[in-house]
């Protein structure tokens, strides 16, 4: 399956059910994409109970949620066997640009 990077920002459906894009510059999203480019988590990959530790407002619905939308926009994968996750290419990419891109833009 091909993704382009123009889909990120835009909703999907999926079984006829809507998942909103990602706003990398919003208060929402802006916290819980910052903590995926934590380290540890490029080399084990993060689970909903990592993502939990590190942002306690968020409860495991809403980042279940979360993770479902970084799955149907590809910039997340399935680690098999596992409750893991991991960054895509595309992911680490898109996330990575979109904060170098605001921190020198203020």
Not at 52 to 70: C, E, I, N
Not at 72 to 77: D, K, R, V, Y
Not at 78 to 97: C, D, H, M, V, W
């Amino acid at each position: 399956m091909q993704l382009k990077p123009e889909n990120i920002a835009y909703r999907l459906l999926d079984n006829h059910r809507t998942y909103r894009g990602f706003d990398f510059f919003s208060n929402q999203d802006q916290p819980m994409l910052l903590t995926l480019l934590r380290g540890e988590f490029n080399i084990r990959g993060f689970a909903n109970k990592d993502l939990r530790r590190h942002l306690p407002g968020k409860t495991s619905s809403r980042l279940s949620r979360f993770l479902k939308r970084l799955r149907l926009h590809g910039l997340a994968h399935k680690i098999p066997r596992s409750y893991g996750y991991r960054l895509s290419l595309l992911g680490q990419t898109a996330i990575t640009l979109a904060f170098k891109l605001k921190s020198k833009t203020g």
